[in-house]
């Protein structure tokens, strides 16, 4: 006896979403420090994101963001208890995966 396979078609299925992220890790004196991170398109100065980076690694992590233009981000680590000041990166770019 032979067996019979129909061809399957799925309905509404969504192609997997690109995954934009930014990545970095924020140092004061060189060791890992906890800071509020924020990501900003440069033209609106639209905030687009923002999170706290690891107080013993730095490292931060904020995903998913909507697509920008090339160099189209600023970004500002800030040190909430004013022992220093915050820091600011222009004409960043988004990673996709």
Not at 69 to 76: A, N
């Amino acid at each position: 006896m032979a067996a019979f396979f129909y061809p399957l078609k799925v309905i509404g299925t969504q192609p997997k979403p690109i995954r934009r992220y930014l990545a970095g890790k924020t140092l004061m004196d060189a060791q890992g420090c906890a800071r509020l991170v924020l990501v900003q398109d440069r033209m609106t100065l639209q905030i687009l994101g923002g999170t706290w980076s690891n107080a013993e690694t730095g490292e931060y992590l904020i995903d998913y963001l909507p697509d920008r233009p090339e160099e189209g981000l600023l970004v500002t680590s800030i040190d909430i208890t004013g022992g220093s000041n915050a820091e600011v990166l222009d004409h960043v770019s988004l990673c996709e995966e």
